[in-house]
């Protein structure tokens, strides 16, 4: 089992959809939990970054962090074209080795006008 | 001001060749970090430097694979006897080198190396 699972899609929203990407971890230890987006040909740029369970807003970014059942999601509102890219989860432990990202693979994601 | 960049945006090897890639980080991120992206896969850990030292090196895949960063600011992933395998996305990101908590790291745009 890796240690981050993320369902690729892709996935095609219309313009203005409500729009849920989500991962599951497996390792207790883990402990900051964020969101990067990816466009094309592009590095990973963050997005959201929570470090305990419960959600966090951001505009229309909301992240959400169960920690109990070992689930983080996204939700987008108002979705739009230019949200179109890919989305990878990402997470890290405390203490000494919080620097290492392990990362899902990423949900390729089209918003249509 | 300028974000993390990297060069050669791609390199095209054949097998059994030496590659060099280079990253210049964020002015005045002491913590560097090397990942190596697949097609179709996140983002892998290879390396990271605080200051001018290797961290943790864990994520090397081997010993064909070598990185320094000898002033504490550019750094230079060196591959010898590239095989195909070693095709992908290597990604360069750097952070101020905050202790403690988030410290958040900035990736540059990747060079994509393709191995013949």
């Known amino acids: 089992q890796k240690e981050v699972e993320q369902d690729p899609g892709p996935l095609s929203v219309p313009e203005g959809a409500i729009v849920s990407l989500n991962c599951t971890y497996s390792?207790?230890?883990?402990?900051?939990f964020m969101w990067y987006r990816q466009y094309s040909r592009k590095g990973p740029e963050l997005l959201m970054y929570?470090?305990?369970?419960g959600n966090k807003e951001d505009g229309r970014f909301t992240a959400q962090v169960d920690k109990s059942s070992k689930y983080i999601s996204l939700f987008i509102r108002d979705s739009q074209p230019s949200d179109s890219a890919t989305y990878l989860c990402?997470?890290?432990?405390?203490?000494?080795?919080?620097?290492?990202?392990?990362f899902g693979k990423g949900t390729l994601l089209t918003v249509n006008p | 001001g300028a974000g993390v960049s990297q060069t050669p945006s791609n390199k095209v090897t054949e097998k059994g060749k030496y590659v060099e890639l280079r990253c210049d980080p964020i002015s005045g991120h002491t913590a560097l970090y090397w990942y190596r992206q697949s097609l179709g896969q996140g983002p892998e850990f290879l390396i990271y430097f605080q200051g001018t030292g290797a961290a943790d090196d864990s994520g090397l895949p081997n010993d064909r694979f070598f990185a320094v960063r000898p002033e504490g600011s550019v750094s230079t992933l060196k591959i010898q006897r590239t095989e195909r395998g070693d095709s992908a996305v290597y990604l360069c990101?750097?952070?101020?080198?905050?202790?403690?908590?988030?410290?958040?790291?900035?990736f540059g745009p990747g060079t994509r190396l393709t191995v013949l």
């Open positions: 929570t470090y305990s369970s």
């Open positions: 390792n207790s230890a883990f402990q900051y």
């Open positions: 990402a997470i890290s432990n405390s203490g000494g080795s919080n620097y290492k990202l392990t």
């Open positions: 990101a750097s952070s101020p080198g905050l202790a403690g908590g988030q410290d958040t790291q900035y």
